[in-house]
């Protein structure tokens, strides 16, 4: 029977209501991340809940009178064994019966057959951040892994699922389907000093929880050549063997202040009292970018760097330590867009000092694409300002990093015109000016400071060289002084101080 019009006009009011009102449960529950539709926002968390920790300030050891289980103990159940299974194809070995002799009589009965993929394991530890199963460990410990399963201290496993992990700072985000977890209250990183007692928690072996105690060693550390390539290291000479990797490093009050990483083991793969810890800070950062956004997305700056010497300050006419050498420019990257040279040295970003390459390096990382830096830069004996917006770090670029520099001598080394035929053969632009470094003398400052044949020499004490007439001109008569040169390898580019030989 058809509803009176008056009876529906008077529902209608109450119709309107409950349609708002559903658009408005439907909009919040979208907006906190309790619902998803395709095309709606970011799939799963923005970020990690996580406690962190309010109280920083110093614990006497007085308080600490049989030891440091109440600190340790109840970090235990926090920190997780870690084992990965990836498939691995294995080469196959020659066989003997392929050679056409064999075959006539064996026919290929013997051959044909392909290399069979193989299991790999490996071992390591994990932290527990969330009560939801969520846990932060190292990315070479789980890296091309098929298979990764948990087990905690109360004897549970667990299929855990990788979220997404970061190679650049050896950092992986898993979860596992759990809820009521212990997890571990971070701590600030940024805090920490040399001499500060530290305790490692992990299960070198496999052999189970395992915890050790030690002191801050160093803070800001850089491997160069390690796996990382965004370093800045907590050192400790609390034990760290084999298994540890993704473990805890924690504080006086428990807090998590570190991912345990690497060692330096002289040859003979256990501790040797050198071990490194990834801080607690960069770490959050990272997985709350791979949490939000399936990866990490860093700033770019479009500069490659190298450390500043004591020699190479002097030739820049630098009074003082620090800072990081751009040693080349990416043409229309952001720094080139803002006016940054090759040859400048930069002092300061957004107020604060830059220690050094991999300090500025990090840093710029930490920061978002289109966010204004603001630095402070040494250019032709005075201080200048720029404000760069960075732009996004390529997915396949390198980051700005210290190039491996070479060298030179007055005497020792022999060079000849850079054709357009060596320019091509050595990966520089056509029409590229510069003498090429034909011959280096094994005795020579060059050898030793490793300059190498095929090197290019681009500029001497910031003067452009187009061949070798202009090359031999800039370095008459400074037999006895430094000099500056700028070289390329490989087409790239850095800066290297050359001194006198006595």
Do not use: W
């Not at 529906?8 to 559903?22: E, G, N, S």
């Not at 009560?131 to 789980?142: A, C, D, M, R």
């Not at 650049?168 to 990183?189: E, N, Y």
């Not at 004490?461 to 500056?484: C, M, S, T, W």
């Amino acid at each position: 029977m058809p509803v009176p019009v008056q009876t529906r006009a008077r529902k209608l009011p109450y119709i309107l209501i409950a349609a708002v009102i559903f658009i408005l449960v439907i909009g919040g529950l979208l907006r906190t991340g309790v619902l998803r539709v395709p095309g709606y926002g970011r799939p799963g968390l923005q970020h990690v809940p996580v406690s962190v920790a309010t109280d920083s300030s110093p614990l006497s050891l007085g308080n600490f009178a049989n030891g440091f289980s109440s600190v340790v103990e109840p970090d235990l159940p926090k920190v997780v064994n870690i084992s990965s299974t990836k498939l691995v194809k294995r080469p196959s070995m020659p066989n003997p019966f392929s050679e056409p002799f064999f075959r006539q009589f064996f026919g290929d009965q013997f051959g044909g057959q392909q290399p069979q993929p193989q299991r790999e394991y490996s071992l390591g530890s994990g932290v527990i951040v969330n009560p939801q199963g969520y846990i932060l460990t190292n990315n070479h410990v789980v890296a091309n892994a098929s298979d990764v399963e948990v087990f905690t201290q109360n004897h549970r496993k667990y299929k855990a699922r990788i979220i997404g992990t970061d190679e650049r700072t050896d950092i992986a985000v898993l979860k596992i389907d759990a809820s009521g977890m212990p997890a571990f209250t971070l701590g600030d990183s940024s805090l920490l000093k040399v001499g500060d007692i530290v305790f490692a928690i992990g299960d070198p072996f496999g052999i189970g929880e395992t915890a050790t105690m030690g002191i801050v060693s160093a803070t800001g550390r850089a491997l160069h050549g390690s796996i990382e390539h965004y370093e800045n290291f907590i050192q400790t000479d609390a034990a760290i063997n084999p298994g540890n990797s993704g473990g805890a490093m924690i504080d006086l009050r428990g807090h998590l202040i570190g991912i345990n990483t690497a060692i330096i083991s002289g040859g003979g793969g256990g501790n040797e009292g050198i071990g490194f810890a990834i801080p607690v800070n960069m770490a959050r950062h990272v997985m709350d970018q791979i949490v939000a956004h399936g990866k990490v997305i860093r700033g770019y700056l479009g500069v490659t760097i190298e450390n500043v010497s004591p020699d190479m300050a002097k030739a820049f006419g630098l009074n003082q330590g620090g800072g990081a050498l751009v040693a080349d420019v990416t043409p229309g990257g952001p720094a080139a867009d803002s006016g940054l040279h090759r040859g400048d040295i930069i002092l300061e970003l957004d107020g604060k000092k830059v220690a050094d390459s991999s300090d500025l390096s990090l840093r710029i990382s930490e920061l978002a694409p289109g966010q204004e830096a603001h630095m402070q830069v040494f250019r032709d004996g005075k201080t200048q300002q720029f404000t760069v917006k960075l732009g996004t770090f390529p997915e396949n670029g390198q980051p700005g990093s210290p190039a491996q520099g070479g060298g030179a001598a007055l005497r020792g080394i022999a060079v000849q015109d850079l054709t357009n035929t060596l320019a091509q053969q050595l990966g520089l632009p056509p029409g590229a000016k510069g003498v090429v470094i034909t011959h280096v003398d094994p005795t020579s400052g060059a050898a030793d400071a490793g300059l190498q044949r095929g090197d290019v020499i681009l500029e001497v004490n910031h003067q452009q060289i187009q061949n070798v007439q202009e090359y031999q001109k800039a370095i008459a008569g400074k037999a006895d002084q430094p000099i500056l040169l700028l070289i390329s390898r490989g087409g790239e580019t850095s800066f290297v101080v050359i001194q006198p030989q006595g």
